[in-house]
């Protein structure tokens, strides 16, 4: 597949030519990549390095991949825009394994998705006792179905039978291990009457359109308080099937408020919903372990086969090092090639440094570290070989213990013979690269150049930031900040962690470490006070419309438009993309959305307004010499100088821009999607935003993400600031340099999942260093020195 120039035979057998790309910033960057070898991309963040790798190599590779469909197929798909580059050739198949979260399917789990629990049914339903059907009888998303009808078509003799095909999904909770519940103490308040506002649903207040049908149905006395009510009384106004009635001469659809509030509000997706209904939702639905089949999802009949005492559901409900050790020992040749094939998954998994993990974990509880190294394991058993392999930094979530490991797996793809793309920072993984190609020297149009290609040895030899970053060791600081103050956990025991108590500090740079899967989240997001004072930052998705962008999210657009407003005398709403003023063909969002049923959905730009996302009218405005799309296109830095004064001169949008420009995002481009916001993106965009809340206590996960090392001294620099304004910063962290630099450290470990779980160092990192009795402490002995 994707052989597109054969022109140069010998050329596109050994190396990928890229030739004059100018994808986003992107120079007229020409490149070679060697095949079957592993490349990693360095450069400063917003240097481009996803511009060339996923903008411009993947991206050809995967519209080759769809011109290949037949014409018949092609006309279902919209056709991808070809990358702005003269020349690519050489590519493979491209197979991108991203930190993108998996699917909010709560019916997939890491064993439905990594095939472990395709394989285990296999193996139930060979050697389970007593014996079952068939696989599918272990199948917690097959259910069970009976009837009855002619066998075959076409046969004289063909009579009705019955027949039944086993599934194994638990019959009270259709395989979701959870059922689900409504707190009816959140739907009305027992002690008043209807008239009194009983009914504390959202849209629900006594005076309101529900409360007078409600009250005035006729079928209770609206005066008596609830706690009166008769239990036919109490049914109708829960549980009352639809009928029509007359309300002050109004024919009107009655419904208990059960069934009308399951259809209007609970059917909902949960996210599209207005926030205080979200926040009803979320009060109001329990969900509890489901008692028949104990959350395990499955039918009595698969719980109940076993294999030497073990059932399917204890196999997924494992630590999955105590479940390969469990299948590495079972010995039966009859099933000898599914055992191995099994194996071999269950090994890659604790070899990737997810072994603490369970099969039965929902895949979206995973973090975009574990999301990636799962999606991962697939491959590994994959026979494919001469695929391109494209990886965004899979050392996130890994601590320098875990590093090792990952990289023993990057070589292993390579040495099947596939060619590995690696965008990423750690030292320790651009170390074992056969290539690296450094993009830079700066972020977005300070970037976009080739500054280096060659090995690891040259380029920490060479002059480039990232090379002089490479020798660099950041040393110990001698001098810690005293605390103001402490959070005191006490008992902790989310997941796993063991009847945890400690103190954080406040008022200094708490850094919290350990190898994945210690506890480290658990501790911090289970434990902590949520209280108004404490934010949380992480890399989750941002909440919102496919038209947000970092003018709208950061409040930036709010003096924007009015500053276009008053410099042409029309109103300010015209200038946001979600107005009158908007591009009517593609409503403000500048590309036209395709939803594919088998494929992710495909964006292509948009005709009318060719990506500018205004009316023509509304670009006829200008301010400074500009309209609003051009601001729109403009990065934060060049934002800053054209808002700083003359015509265009907004102290407002300064303010927030500089804030953008502190967390390292001078780069960004102000109206780019925030849905194509890397993760480590949206943390910093979050905290930019959360900086100029009420907070006092900041808690980030991993604010290193994404950036380079020359990135996270202006990162540690932001952190100094904000501690030194009196705010206290918690971070959960792996980067050694982040480390060295904290005031405060919380180890936790000693090792992941149920061997984790303890503190096993608090101090400052002189103590740690010195003692050097984790493996934390091992190893930031070494970086340091
Ligand atoms: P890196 O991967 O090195 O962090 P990127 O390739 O993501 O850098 O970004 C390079 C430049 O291109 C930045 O200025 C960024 O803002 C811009 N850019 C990236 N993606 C888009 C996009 N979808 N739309 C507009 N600009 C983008
Ligand atoms: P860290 O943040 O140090 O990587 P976590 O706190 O995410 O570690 O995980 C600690 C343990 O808790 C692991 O065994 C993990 O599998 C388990 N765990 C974490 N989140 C969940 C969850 N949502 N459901 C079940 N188990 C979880
Ligand atoms: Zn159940
Ligand atoms: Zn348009």
Redesign the pocket.
């Known amino acids: 597949v994707g052989m597109a120039d054969t022109s140069h035979p010998a050329d596109s057998h050994d190396r990928i030519r890229v030739r004059g790309s100018r994808v986003n910033n992107l120079k007229d960057v020409s490149v070679d990549l060697p095949k079957r070898r592993l490349t990693v991309f360095t450069g400063v963040s917003g240097s481009g390095k996803s511009s060339l790798v996923f903008g411009t190599v993947a991206a050809e590779s995967q519209r080759l991949i769809n011109e290949t469909y037949s014409a018949f197929v092609q006309g279902f798909m919209p056709s991808l825009a070809r990358p702005d580059v003269d020349l690519l050739d050489g590519i493979t198949t491209a197979i991108i394994v991203d930190q993108e979260r998996i699917g909010g399917n709560p019916r997939s789990t890491v064993g439905t998705i990594t095939d472990a629990n395709a394989m285990l049914r296999i193996l139930f339903s060979r050697l389970g006792e007593p014996r079952v059907g068939s696989a599918n009888a272990f199948s917690f998303n097959t259910p069970t179905v009976s009837g009855s009808g002619a066998i075959k078509v076409g046969d004289k003799k063909a009579s009705k039978a019955t027949f039944e095909r086993l599934g194994g999904m638990c019959p009270r909770c259709e395989g979701m291990g959870t059922v689900s519940d409504i707190d009816l103490t959140q739907i009305y308040d027992a002690e008043r009457s209807l008239n009194e506002g009983a009914i504390t649903i959202p849209g629900f207040s006594a005076d309101g359109w529900y409360g007078r049908v409600y009250g005035g149905s006729g079928f209770f006395d609206a005066d008596k308080p609830i706690k009166d009510f008769s239990t036919r009384e109490l049914d109708d106004l829960l549980y009352k099937e639809a009928v029509k009635i007359k309300v002050d001469g109004i024919n009107i659809t009655y419904e208990g408020l059960i069934p009308r509030i399951t259809k209007s509000m609970l059917s909902k997706d949960i996210d599209s919903v207005q926030p205080h209904v979200r926040a009803f939702i979320e009060r109001a639905v329990t969900a509890d372990t489901c008692p028949d089949c104990d959350g395990t999802r499955l039918a009595e009949h698969a719980r109940n086969s076993r294999i030497d005492g073990v059932s399917i559901a204890d196999a997924c409900r494992m630590?999955i090092s105590d479940l390969a050790a469990w299948v590495g020992a079972l010995d039966e040749p009859s099933v000898a090639p599914l055992l191995e094939k099994l194996r071999g998954t269950l090994d890659s998994f604790v070899e990737i440094g997810l072994g603490?993990?369970?099969l039965e974990?929902p895949t979206g509880?995973l973090?975009g570290g574990e999301a990636q190294r799962t999606k991962m394991i697939r491959h590994l058993g994959s026979a494919l070989t001469d695929v391109t392999y494209v990886f965004d930094e899979p050392t996130i979530?890994l601590h320098p213990h875990d590093i090792a490991r990952m990289n023993d797996l990057l070589v292993r793809l390579r040495d099947k013979g596939n060619t590995v793309l690696v965008v990423e920072h750690k030292p320790e993984t651009i170390a074992i690269a056969d290539h690296v190609v450094d993009i830079g020297p700066r972020a977005g149009s300070h970037g976009g150049e080739i500054c280096f290609e060659g090995t690891v040895e040259a380029l920490t030899a060479s002059d480039t930031l990232t090379g002089r970053h490479l020798g660099y060791r950041s040393s110990l600081k001698s001098e810690f900040r005293r605390p103001t103050g402490r959070i005191e956990i006490r008992g902790a025991s989310t997941?796993?962690l063991r009847d945890v108590d400690v103190d954080v500090p406040l008022g200094v740079l708490v850094v919290v470490t350990?190898?994945?899967?210690?506890?480290?989240?658990?501790?911090i997001h289970g434990s902590m006070p949520s209280d108004a004072g404490v934010v949380t930052i992480d890399q989750t998705a941002i909440k919102g419309s496919r038209r947000s962008n970092p003018a709208t999210y950061t409040g930036l657009l709010e003096p924007v438009r009015k500053a276009f407003a008053k410099a042409n005398g029309v109103k300010p709403a015209l200038f946001s993309a979600n107005s009158e003023g908007a591009c009517p063909a593609c409503k403000g969002a500048g590309v036209i959305y395709t939803d594919l049923a088998t494929m992710a959905g495909v964006a292509t730009p948009c005709d009318e307004c060719e990506g500018r996302r205004f009316s023509s009218d509304v670009l006829e405005y200008r301010l400074g010499g500009r309209d609003i799309s051009e601001v729109l296109a403009m990065s934060v830095d060049e934002a800053l100088d054209y808002f700083a004064d003359g015509e265009a001169r907004t102290p407002a949008a300064h303010k927030i821009l500089l804030r953008l420009a502190d967390v390292g995002l001078g780069y960004l481009t102000l109206g780019q999607p925030l849905t194509t916001l890397s993760g480590g993106e949206r943390q910093r965009i979050k905290l930019a935003t959360a900086i100029a809340e009420k907070a006092t206590t900041y808690v980030l996960d991993e604010p290193t993400t994404g950036l380079h090392l020359a990135d996270v001294d202006q990162l540690l620099g932001l952190l100094d600031r904000l501690v030194d304004a009196g705010k206290s910063v918690v971070v959960?962290e792996h980067h050694q340099a982040v480390m060295a630099h904290a005031d405060w450290i919380i180890d936790?470990g000693p090792g992941?999942?149920?061997d984790?779980?303890s503190v096993v160092f608090e101090g400052t990192p002189a103590d740690l260093v010195a003692g050097a009795s984790t493996l934390t402490g091992e190893h930031l002995a070494a970086y340091v020195s």
């Open positions: 630590q603490y993990l369970a974990r509880t973090s979530g997941n796993n350990g190898v994945a899967g210690s506890g480290k989240s658990s501790l959960i936790i992941a999942g149920q984790g779980g």
